[in-house]
């Protein structure tokens, strides 16, 4: 090719590389922001976002914000309980990132079962109040949120799959079993057969407005147990 026309080639495709839109650059997971997923343009997004920039601009006392709060998580899984902690650490996560995005002060899941043995953990879920406070006070904890999801699972032989019927429960406390706030999401129905990650995908789904109202709750109506 003469080398007229190679520079002219080659200009020319710098000139259509320029012209090309630039590309969006990919969004990571990032810092945690609520709602920001939220589409702007729809009223009932924009009346659910109003609704939890209220509730976390509840003020908060410095004294709250540096109580310690254990999370701890069960499944009630067609009237069976499952607390085994290291089953549901992405869900605890869900909640434990947006608490301390919040400026709340939790427990790793790790500094909790170094210091609180399963079967008490079991026997907290179980309604046991002696078990309750015997494991805020190894962990020194000032305040509990305890969350239960609740799934009923039933066989779909047409599609072959479960039908899985779920809600979840989370009610915070003071040390000494005082309530202090509770929060619901209810009646999600999936089908699958992973029931772990479909109760995952629900935690993840609700838990801005689950924080969002605990927050609130505990800044407002969260004295000292």
Same mark, same amino acid.
């Given at each position: #090719? ?15 590389? #320029? ?8 969004? =990571?997971? =990032? ?8 589409? &702007? ?5 924009? /009346? ?35 607390? %085994?902690? @290291? ?9 434990? *990132?947006?608490?301390? /995005?919040? @400026? ?12 609180? $043995?399963?079967?008490?953990? &079991?026997?907290?879920?179980? %309604? *046991? ?20 999801? &609740? ?7 047409? /599609?072959?799959? %479960?039908?899985?019927?779920?809600? #979840?429960?989370?009610?915070? /406390? =003071? ?21 772990? =990650? #479909? $109760? ?5 789904? %609700? ?9 609130? &709750? ?8």
């Amino acid at each position: #090719m003469p080398l007229r026309l190679h520079l002219f080639a080659i200009c020319h495709l710098l000139l259509i590389i #320029m012209l090309l839109p630039a590309a969006s650059p990919a969004h =990571g997971a =990032g810092d945690f922001k609520f709602s920001e997923h939220e589409n &702007d343009t729809d009223p009932e997004a924009q /009346a659910r976002k109003a609704r939890l920039q209220a509730q976390l601009d509840t003020p908060c006392k410095a004294r709250l914000k540096q109580q310690k709060i254990m999370v701890l998580l069960a499944e009630n899984r067609n009237g069976i309980i499952h607390a %085994n902690q @290291g089953h549901y650490n992405l869900h605890i996560n869900a909640i434990n *990132d947006r608490l301390k /995005a919040l @400026g709340l002060k939790t427990y790793t899941q790790e500094q909790i079962r170094a210091q609180v $043995a399963q079967a008490e953990i &079991d026997a907290h879920f179980k %309604n *046991d109040p002696d078990a309750a406070l015997g494991a805020a006070k190894r962990l020194a904890a000032n305040y509990v949120l305890r969350g239960v999801i &609740d799934t009923r699972v039933a066989a779909n032989r047409v /599609a072959n799959l %479960n039908q899985i019927n779920i809600n #979840m429960a989370f009610s915070l /406390a =003071g040390a000494n079993g005082k309530l202090i706030s509770q929060a619901e999401a209810n009646n999600a129905s999936y089908a699958g057969n992973d029931i772990t =990650g #479909m $109760a995952l995908t629900l935690v993840r789904e %609700n838990a801005d407005e689950v924080v969002a109202k605990l927050y609130a &709750d505990y800044c407002s109506q969260g004295k000292k147990p």
